[in-house]
């Protein structure tokens, strides 16, 4: 899937600890629909708490609508499959 401008716009001007999000797909039913705050991010999981509890997902078998300053985006996890640093100077150079 081709990230559209907006989306990737929002990726590399917003750190993505502290937004919140939502699982639409994942590989592991039991997520889908799960919602919460982002608070962690590595090269390949994400973090989400949800109702007091944290979960980790696989970046690569999830999809996320994720809450931007400027609006909400669906987010495939293996779209950002990368350390978060390594992201943000990546897409830098797409959007300029």
Known sequence: MKLSKAVLRALASNELIGLDARVVKSSDPSLEGLSGKLVDETMN??????EGRVRKLDKKSVTLIIRFPDGEYEVPGREILQRPEER???LWTKVK
């Open 88 to 90: 943000l100077k990546k």
């Open 45 to 50: 999981t994400l973090e989400l708490e949800t």
